[in-house]
């Protein structure tokens, strides 16, 4: 273990220090001290903030570990039994006086005095945009959504195949896939596939009934469907779904043909009659699969040490982390799928779970998840939990620019200096192919929800429809057919966040024109990200992405230049 001194948190002022959640109880009381005192100035009002944010966050890390210890072990019912009594026992009792303590606020005359001081008024504006969509009736519906969604990291978390006597994750499967003997590809492929499309009719009746409790929510709360409810909800006031096909529309004319030649390239590189959807994954000049680390140590160790070398303070971060125990990288059976950094919002230390094997893309997932960390480090000191959280636009910014960023150390994974080239050639290759599937999983979540009683075959039949307008035309998938019917189904986003997606189109965007400051001049091109990042939620989008000194901007022409300079840093690196 690394050494590192271990933040503690800070002294409470409202809660008693020994306080831990049990039940709604306990809780209660001290919402019911929120809602009877007495407010007389803005500050008392700032103050009736100051400890609203701190029993929030108490009650948030709480919820925060609750979901951490179940999706690492989702064969544990103690585990699972525990977030659910949260989901079922607390949250429906809290949303309610959450509510109430909304309207206290937004009717204090001294709110347009603290609207002046810096985040507030993104406070207000959030807090206004609950109180408008709050319905009694949507508590129960969150309720059984939180638990059916839920399902879907069981039923992934149990997905394994049997390959030479070994039993294996989908994540330690889909490693096979980058073998450079093509008979071991396809056989490896054909097991994963067999054995996804063995759950495919529960993922779609799970999908179906989840589509019509959330349609029910958007119906309640005064919406024509659950997309709009979610654009209110995710407080997207910087832009609009018309600008989301616009988006769609600007990857699909400045993306896709990218896409297109790169698997024209793959082709005739492999030298294949036909390139089939097992051939996607493998170097295509067949060499064998880049290893980046071995085992979740060498992965820390490393993670840390490139971190640290693009900034101290980064690798700091990673470093306190992992003296913490809130590193849990590997991947192993009885694990949720997916990677995420969770937040905790009280110590202020988050968390980071991962599926890792050993491959390249694990490592990226680090980087990326490290940046999530880094931005929760950077604002942990901010006054109130809602100035720490950012919109995830910005969040995701956030992860996709220290991908990038990071290149330059890579050399601590790859040392062999043509193996560096290669990985940092796969990274600009996997941006041109992240985009179009962004905009996929995107278009398709925006029929979903205008179309909330469609048929599973009608989904199907749409799923297909968006899918080729964002996919090359070079990959064969004669023969599997079905299995592209349900590629949907491995997105986890679908069934637990809907309509998170789009943001990491925007921040991969974004991410490309902090990386090209970066590559002008790297101190002012590191410091703009920590600047941006600092600022949390105290401004808007397209202010924070201003502090970077970049644009929030998916226009065509926007595209196509921070396109142009992917390709031309993916010649520089290739030489």
């Known amino acids: 273990m690394s050494s590192a001194t271990i933040p503690q ?32 100035s803005a500050e008392e009002l700032r103050q009736w903030f100051m400890d609203r944010s701190e029993l929030e966050s108490a009650i948030s890390e709480d919820l925060g570990w609750r979901y951490i210890k179940m999706t690492c ?28 303590l909304n309207r206290k606020a937004a009717e204090s005359p001294f709110l347009g005095a603290l609207s002046r001081e810096p985040g507030y008024s993104i406070l207000i504006r959030n807090l206004k945009k609950d109180i408008e969509i709050f319905r009694e009736e949507n508590v129960p519906l969150f309720t059984e959504i939180n638990l059916e969604s839920h399902k879907y990291a069981q039923l992934n978390g149990a997905m394994t195949i049997s390959w030479k006597g070994q039993e294996l994750t989908m994540q330690q499967a889909s490693v096979l896939l980058q073998e450079t003997d093509r008979a071991v590809r396809e056989e490896a492929y054909k097991l994963i596939t067999t054995r996804r499309l063995k759950d495919k009719e529960e993922l779609d009746v799970l999908y179906t009934r989840l589509i019509g409790l959330r349609h029910k929510v958007a119906i309640n709360a005064g919406f024509p469907n659950f997309r709009d409810y979610m654009f209110k909800s995710y407080g997207r006031f910087d832009y609009t779904p018309k600008d989301c096909f616009d988006f769609h529309e600007s990857i699909s004319s400045e993306v896709v043909p990218l896409l297109e030649e790169l698997a024209e390239n793959r082709k005739a590189q492999m030298k294949l009659d036909s390139l089939r959807p097992w051939d996607k994954a493998v170097d295509a000049e067949g060499r064998p699969p880049l290893k980046a680390f071995t085992g979740g140590k060498d992965l820390t160790a490393k993670g840390i040490e490139a971190f640290r070398r693009l900034d101290p303070f980064l690798g700091s971060c990673l470093t306190t982390m992992e003296a913490m125990g809130h590193l849990d990288l590997e991947s192993r059976k009885g694990k949720a799928p997916g990677g995420y950094n969770y937040p905790l919002a009280e110590i202020g230390i988050p968390f980071i779970f991962m599926n890792a094997t050993s491959t390249m893309r694990d490592m990226t997932t680090l980087m990326h998840e490290g940046g999530h960390a880094v931005h929760n480090f950077l604002t942990k000191d901010l006054p109130l939990s809602d100035f720490k959280s950012p919109p995830m636009e910005v969040a995701e910014l956030a992860s996709m620019a220290m ?48 179309h909330p009683t469609h048929s599973p075959e009608q989904r199907k039949r749409q799923w297909n429809i968006v899918y080729q307008e964002f996919a090359d035309t070079v990959t064969d998938w004669s023969g599997f057919e079905e299995a592209r019917d349900y590629l949907w189904q491995k997105q986890l986003h ?30 002012e091109g590191l410091e703009g990200y920590q600047r941006a990042l600092r600022l949390g939620n105290l401004k808007t989008i397209p202010e924070i992405y201003s502090a970077a000194g970049i644009k929030f901007d998916f226009s065509k022409d926007y595209i196509r230049e921070l396109m142009n300079f992917v390709r031309e840093e993916m010649g520089r690196i290739g030489r």
């Open 9 to 40: 948190r800070p002294p409470r002022k409202f809660l008693t220090e020994n306080f831990t959640v049990t039940n709604w109880d306990d809780l209660k009381p001290y919402f019911d001290k929120l809602l009877a005192r007495n407010i007389n």
């Open 73 to 100: 072990y989702t064969e544990d019912k103690a585990l699972l039994e525990k977030y659910q009594d949260f989901v079922e026992n607390i949250q429906p009792k809290m949303a309610p006086v959450s509510d109430q």
């Open 403 to 450: 991908e990038l960023l990071s290149m330059d150390h890579w050399d601590v994974f790859f040392p062999d200096p043509k193996e560096l080239t290669r990985a940092r050639q796969d990274q600009l290759e996997d941006i041109i192919e992240t985009l179009p599937w962004v905009a996929t999983i995107d278009k398709f979540q925006h029929w979903i929800y205008e």
């Open 494 to 523: 679908l069934y637990e966040v809907p309509f998170y997606y789009i943001e990491y189109g925007m921040a991969q965007l974004g991410a490309i024109a902090l990386w090209r400051n970066f590559r002008k001049n790297k101190t």
